[in-house]
């Protein structure tokens, strides 16, 4: 795609040269795309690209993202985790966005993205582990939890440090171009995450360099208790695309269908050579931020009301039942061989030591740990050896 | 006296000084009308609307690079970096910006912004929600860097950093936030910056900690007096200014010095203390300066116990040291 540019830009010497901010436009100007609506109908005109089978197979892994996050908050309450950060209402942002990828596409997560990394194969067992932060952890507890790494499905590892994913993103999408890889990264970031400098940097070096790259903004009306109308005064996310020179497009981050199909196509443009798309995906954070937040102290339960009309799995359960792939029988059977993968997968995971060996400290900070990992090494087991409280969590607190 | 733990504290001296001086202004994600994630805010927001209790939009550089505006042009802003691990993207603005504006403007354009910043581990927080980056803006001239204990120290110099002419990097140890608690004289009083305390007085070495650590390190205090060994406390409060007086008054008494901090080893402000104490008590030394101090690694998650200085590896320090 050439940007055709004017061989004589206008010039005018009246007020004229301004342009007013005006309410409203762009949200004219970035309907929201939608594909199935909050009963389960396709919209008037719409087409199902998306195969049956998928549809099925989709709408299962969204059950199991559900039931993962319930159960894994319980888990927190009870004190056998230490932290927790899903996605519960946001199902279809990542189960719909990352089907619609190539299995070789990177993923680039922010920390709610759990389910694309399952999708790409991670067990739910290894997820778990990283919960607990035991031995059966991929890092041996060195992150928090919900800080997961998954390089066998091309899960690039999450930090903590809002909107860092984005700019790395597009170079990996650069670094294929390059390498002549049919590869397209996609970076997943929150409303808030917009307004950090690597977002905009992100977005402006994709657009200039015209990579192949997703940016997936899950606009969940929430960064902590700041709402996206406090975030930024633009009313779409998606028309921010428009300044930096990117297509941009607005989604029903609770449609599951539109999610797949919006990211499909920007995936296919990229793959043609047609540059960066940045994806708004319209959805709603259900709970708090994570188990360390209570929302009640900042958002009347009233605002969320709304919101559970639009549940994107209940939406794609009445599509699939509508079509004659569901029924009452086989969804409750479904549900139930979720909640007992869970269930053992759990089991699994708890029953691995709940440390790593100290040495697991000083590796990989260093490709070859250096003298000063050596000496501190030995320093920390001789401590240890003279006084079992230097590893003893129970002293930590006063 | 009202009873208080560190961020009721910290509360309390931004309301006071808010209600005095009408310049000073708070601002920082989720500061205003949720009053912060860790409720160090709480109230402002209602007591003095939004215009002097900004939420910001999600960026530390945003937040002070605004805050040095706002600095540059009359007011007092206190800004909040919501954990000091994500204190980076406003790095340049600190480094480059905040802490040389004195100096490159020949005095003509001072910023003294006040940035408060819970840090530290032993939360539960791994890498990213645990880090104690002081030494990064004490390399800085031009910044001052304190780090308050507990609830009387973190109002006496928050009120102080608040009204210092110079730019303030106030760390705040999240691990005692609620942990500590202690009576709070009402109103104002002023700790001031550059003044260290000797929290116990001892004659056979010279214990120096801050922040969370000094806990640690008047635990291992009390430890060490039951084996008969009688240790000084001192808890340095602000790093920068540093209180040279104290530690070499109280090296040169006791002839030994383990120094504590939370942050890795290398480079850590333990590495300048250190130099500090033999330039400067060489004849006294009994024993070269110790260090017990987090490892070279980043800050883990499930070996925090491990990682942090605590008690029993500061008692272990106390006592290598005095049979050196
Ligand atoms: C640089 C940085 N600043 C602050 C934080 C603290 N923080 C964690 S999540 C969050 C809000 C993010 O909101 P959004 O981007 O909308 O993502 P969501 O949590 O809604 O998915 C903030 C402020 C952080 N992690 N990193
Ligand atoms: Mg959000």
Same mark, same amino acid.
Request: hydrophobic share 45%; with cysteine; charged share 25%.
């Given at each position: 795609?050439?940007?055709?540019?004017?061989?004589?830009?206008?010039?005018?010497?009246?007020?004229?040269?301004?342009?007013?901010?005006?309410?409203?436009?762009?949200?004219?100007?970035?309907?929201?795309?939608?594909?199935?609506?909050?009963?389960?109908?396709?919209?008037?005109?719409?087409?199902?690209?998306?195969?049956?089978?998928?549809?099925?197979?989709?709408?299962?892994?969204?059950?199991?993202?559900?039931?993962?996050?319930?159960?894994?908050?319980?888990?927190?309450?009870?004190?056998?985790?230490?932290?927790?950060?899903?996605?519960?209402?946001?199902?279809?942002?990542?189960?719909?966005?990352?089907?619609?990828?190539?299995?070789?596409?990177?993923?680039?997560?922010?920390?709610?993205?759990?389910?694309?990394?399952?999708?790409?194969?991670?067990?739910?067992?290894?997820?778990?582990?990283?919960?607990?932060?035991?031995?059966?952890?991929?890092?041996?507890?060195?992150?928090?939890?919900?800080?997961?790494?998954?390089?066998?499905?091309?899960?690039?590892?999450?930090?903590?440090?809002?909107?860092?994913?984005?700019?790395?993103?597009?170079?990996?999408?650069?670094?294929?171009?390059?390498?002549?890889?049919?590869?397209?990264?996609?970076?997943?970031?929150?409303?808030?995450?917009?307004?950090?400098?690597?977002?905009?940097?992100?977005?402006?070096?994709?657009?200039?360099?015209?990579?192949?790259?997703?940016?997936?903004?899950?606009?969940?009306?929430?960064?902590? /208790?700041?709402? /996206?109308?406090?975030?930024?005064?633009?009313?779409?996310?998606?028309?921010?695309?428009?300044?930096?020179?990117?297509?941009?497009?607005?989604?029903?981050?609770?449609?599951?269908?539109?999610?797949?199909?919006?990211?499909?196509?920007?995936?296919?443009?990229?793959?043609?050579?047609?540059?960066?798309?940045?994806?708004?995906?319209?959805?709603?954070?259900?709970?708090?931020?994570?188990?360390?937040?209570?929302?009640?102290?900042?958002?009347?339960?009233?605002?969320?009301?709304?919101?559970?009309?639009?549940?994107?799995?209940?939406?794609?359960?009445?599509?699939?039942?509508?079509?004659?792939?569901?029924?009452?029988?086989?969804?409750?059977?479904?549900?139930?061989?979720?909640?007992?993968?869970?269930?053992?997968?759990?089991?699994?995971?708890?029953?691995?030591?709940?440390?790593?060996?100290?040495?697991?400290?000083?590796?990989?900070?260093?490709?070859?740990?250096?003298?000063?990992?050596?000496?501190?090494?030995?320093?920390?087991?001789?401590?240890?050896?003279?006084?079992?409280?230097?590893?003893?969590?129970?002293?930590?607190?006063? | 006296?009202?009873?208080?733990?560190?961020?009721?504290?910290?509360?309390?001296?931004?309301?006071?000084?808010?209600?005095? =001086?009408?310049?000073?202004?708070?601002?920082?994600? =989720?500061?205003?009308?949720?009053?912060?994630?860790?409720?160090?805010?709480?109230?402002?927001?209602?007591?003095?609307?939004?215009?002097?209790? !900004? #939420?910001?939009?999600?960026?530390?550089?945003?937040?002070?690079?605004?805050?040095?505006?706002?600095?540059?042009?009359?007011?007092? *802003?206190?800004?909040?970096?919501?954990?000091?691990?994500?204190?980076?993207?406003?790095? #340049?603005?600190? !480094?480059?910006?905040?802490?040389?504006?004195?100096?490159?403007?020949?005095?003509?354009?001072?910023?003294?912004?006040?940035?408060?910043?819970?840090?530290?581990?032993?939360?539960?927080?791994?890498?990213?929600?645990?880090?104690?980056?002081?030494?990064?803006?004490?390399?800085?001239?031009?910044?001052?860097?304190?780090? *308050?204990?507990?609830?009387?120290?973190?109002?006496?110099?928050?009120?102080?950093?608040?009204?210092?002419?110079? *730019?303030?990097?106030?760390?705040?140890?999240?691990?005692?936030?609620?942990?500590?608690?202690?009576?709070?004289?009402?109103?104002?009083?002023?700790?001031?910056?550059?003044?260290?305390?000797?929290?116990?007085?001892?004659?056979?070495?010279?214990?120096?900690?801050?922040?969370?650590?000094?806990?640690?390190?008047?635990?291992?205090?009390?430890?060490?007096?039951?084996?008969?060994? #009688?240790?000084?406390?001192?808890?340095?409060?602000?790093?920068?200014?540093?209180?040279?007086?104290?530690?070499?008054?109280?090296?040169?008494?006791?002839?030994?010095?383990?120094?504590?901090?939370?942050?890795?080893?290398?480079?850590?402000?333990?590495?300048?203390?250190?130099?500090?104490?033999?330039?400067?008590?060489?004849?006294?030394?009994?024993?070269? !300066?110790?260090?017990?101090?987090?490892?070279?690694?980043?800050?883990?998650?499930?070996?925090?116990?491990?990682?942090?200085?605590?008690?029993?590896?500061?008692?272990?320090?106390?006592?290598?040291?005095?049979?050196?």
């Amino acid at each position: 795609m050439k940007h055709a540019r004017a061989t004589k830009p206008p010039v005018r010497a009246d007020a004229g040269t301004a342009r007013e901010w005006s309410p409203g436009r762009f949200l004219e100007e970035f309907p929201l795309y939608r594909v199935v609506d909050e009963e389960g109908r396709l919209l008037e005109g719409a087409e199902l690209e998306i195969g049956e089978a998928e549809l099925l197979a989709l709408y299962r892994w969204m059950v199991l993202g559900r039931a993962l996050d319930e159960r894994m908050v319980t888990l927190q309450r009870q004190g056998r985790i230490g932290f927790y950060i899903g996605a519960i209402g946001e199902e279809a942002t990542v189960f719909g966005a990352v089907a619609a990828l190539q299995p070789q596409d990177w993923i680039f997560p922010s920390y709610r993205e759990h389910g694309a990394a399952f999708m790409r194969g991670l067990p739910l067992t290894t997820f778990m582990a990283n919960l607990f932060g035991n031995a059966g952890d991929i890092v041996q507890g060195r992150q928090m939890p919900c800080h997961e790494t998954w390089a066998p499905g091309h899960f690039v590892s999450i930090s903590s440090p809002i909107a860092t994913q984005v700019t790395q993103a597009v170079g990996a999408a650069w670094a294929a171009r390059i390498q002549g890889d049919d590869m397209v990264p996609i970076a997943f970031f929150g409303d808030g995450s917009t307004s950090a400098h690597d977002f905009h940097t992100g977005l402006n070096f994709a657009a200039v360099m015209k990579v192949p790259v997703i940016f997936a903004c899950r606009n969940n009306g929430w960064a902590i /208790s700041t709402p /996206s109308a406090s975030q930024t005064i633009s009313e779409t996310m998606a028309q921010k695309a428009i300044g930096y020179g990117m297509r941009g497009e607005r989604v029903d981050g609770n449609d599951l269908v539109a999610v797949w199909t919006a990211t499909r196509r920007a995936r296919q443009r990229a793959a043609a050579g047609e540059g960066p798309t940045l994806l708004e995906l319209v959805t709603y954070r259900m709970e708090g931020h994570s188990t360390s937040d209570d929302p009640r102290a900042y958002r009347p339960a009233e605002v969320v009301e709304p919101w559970k009309r639009k549940d994107p799995i209940k939406r794609v359960q009445k599509l699939l039942t509508a079509r004659g792939l569901l029924d009452e029988a086989g969804d409750a059977a479904l549900r139930d061989e979720v909640r007992l993968q869970i269930q053992v997968a759990l089991k699994e995971a708890e029953a691995f030591p709940p440390k790593a060996p100290v040495e697991s400290l000083f590796e990989d900070v260093y490709a070859e740990p250096g003298w000063a990992q050596r000496e501190q090494l030995a320093e920390l087991k001789a401590a240890m050896a003279a006084d079992p409280r230097v590893a003893n969590p129970r002293h930590i607190e006063g | 006296m009202p009873v208080m733990n560190v961020i009721q504290a910290v509360n309390d001296a931004l309301r006071v000084e808010m209600r005095r =001086d009408p310049k000073v202004v708070v601002l920082g994600e =989720d500061v205003g009308a949720f009053g912060g994630v860790f409720r160090a805010t709480a109230g402002l927001q209602q007591e003095f609307g939004a215009m002097r209790v !900004v #939420d910001t939009p999600l960026a530390e550089g945003g937040i002070i690079g605004t805050a040095a505006g706002m600095a540059l042009y009359g007011l007092r *802003p206190v800004a909040e970096i919501q954990f000091a691990d994500f204190i980076y993207p406003a790095f #340049d603005q600190i !480094v480059n910006e905040v802490a040389k504006f004195r100096h490159r403007s020949g005095g003509q354009y001072p910023c003294p912004i006040t940035i408060r910043t819970p840090y530290g581990g032993g939360i539960k927080g791994g890498h990213y929600h645990s880090q104690s980056p002081e030494a990064l803006f004490l390399h800085t001239p031009g910044l001052k860097v304190v780090v *308050p204990s507990g609830p009387y120290d973190a109002k006496g110099l928050l009120l102080s950093a608040i009204r210092d002419p110079d *730019p303030v990097i106030f760390f705040e140890p999240k691990r005692v936030y609620r942990a500590a608690r202690g009576e709070v004289p009402e109103g104002e009083y002023l700790v001031p910056l550059g003044k260290a305390a000797v929290t116990r007085a001892g004659t056979q070495l010279t214990l120096i900690a801050w922040g969370a650590m000094w806990h640690e390190a008047e635990q291992a205090a009390k430890e060490a007096e039951a084996e008969g060994i #009688d240790v000084e406390v001192l808890d340095l409060r602000s790093l920068q200014p540093l209180d040279i007086d104290a530690i070499t008054a109280s090296v040169k008494k006791t002839g030994r010095a383990v120094v504590v901090h939370e942050a890795p080893r290398t480079c850590g402000f333990g590495a300048e203390l250190s130099a500090l104490i033999q330039e400067r008590c060489f004849l006294s030394l009994e024993a070269p !300066v110790a260090r017990v101090t987090g490892f070279d690694t980043p800050f883990p998650y499930t070996l925090e116990a491990e990682y942090l200085p605590r008690a029993p590896r500061i008692l272990q320090a106390i006592r290598a040291t005095l049979s050196y």
